[in-house]
T-cell receptor, first 112, second 114 residues
Framework: DAKTTQPNSMESNEEEPVHLPCNHS???????IHWYRQLPSQGPEYVIHGLTSNVNNRMASLAIAEDRKSSTLILHRATLRDAAVYYC?????????????FGTGTRLTIIP | KAGVTQTPRYLIKTRGQQVTLSCSPISGHRSVSWYQQTPGQGLQFLFE???????NKGNFPGRFSGRQFSNSRSEMNVSTLELGDSALYLC?????????????FGSGTQLSVL
């Protein structure tokens, strides 16, 4: 099964961009790349997802490498509310069986 | 639109007992999936239900089971509790469970086994 690897922790200054990396070198062609974040005492919250092309939404951007073996979540202007654990997840149920692989998560600290 | 609701929020049980957790998905969502989150193992997929049928299952022992009702609400049961079952149990819902759909998570049930 495909695995994802993320740095355990990262720090960023408030109001600066943040780039959170995720490696998924054994990704299959039908795996979707999802990102979620989790605040203390809460369930994960959806951030963004994509398959092959870069994606943008109001929360963030997702940059997917051309070979799809890595991706980067980009928070354009970090705020204190962005401090959370960010999970990179691969999802594939194209053949009926759900394959859901969670990364270890990156704890993002925002410095005021 | 109400979010995913999990009850109870906290549970304390003793070894050997059984426990039932409940998850009410977002209205209109037919896929409900369950996850176990522990500090040591992170987030792990338990199973997924769609239209009252278990469609997918993770690598957990048979003590972990679930069901889904016709209104898409789901319950998860753990029998013969062990200390290692102490964890945050999360459920998530999505319209049909396809990999390109967002997952909407509840706040979880924190289970402590003494």
């Amino acid at each position: 099964d495909a695995k994802t690897t993320q740095p355990n922790s990262m720090e960023s200054n408030e109001e600066e961009p943040v780039h959170l990396p995720c490696n998924h070198s054994t990704i299959s062609g039908t795996d979707y790349i999802h990102w979620y974040r989790q605040l203390p005492s809460q369930g994960p919250e959806y951030v963004i997802h994509g398959l092959t092309s870069n994606v943008n939404n109001r929360m963030a951007s997702l940059a997917i490498a051309e070979d799809r073996k890595s991706s980067t979540l980009i928070l354009h202007r970090a705020t204190l509310r962005d401090a959370a654990v960010y999970y990179c997840i691969l999802r594939d149920n194209s053949f009926g069986n759900e394959k859901l692989t969670f990364g270890t998560g990156t704890r993002l600290t925002i410095i005021p | 639109k109400a979010g995913v609701t999990q009850t109870p929020r906290y549970l304390i049980k003793t070894r050997g007992q059984q426990v039932t957790l409940s998850c009410s998905p977002i209205s209109g969502h037919r896929s409900v999936s369950w996850y176990q989150q522990t500090p040591g193992q992170g987030l792990q997929f338990l199973f997924e239900y769609f239209s009252e049928t278990q469609r997918n299952k993770g690598n957990f022992p048979g003590r972990f089971s679930g069901r889904q009702f016709s209104n898409s609400r789901s319950e998860m049961n753990v029998s013969t509790l062990e200390l290692g079952d102490s964890a945050l149990y999360l459920c998530a819902s999505s319209p049909t469970g396809r990999a390109n759909e967002k997952l909407f998570f509840g706040s979880g049930t924190q289970l402590s086994v003494l």
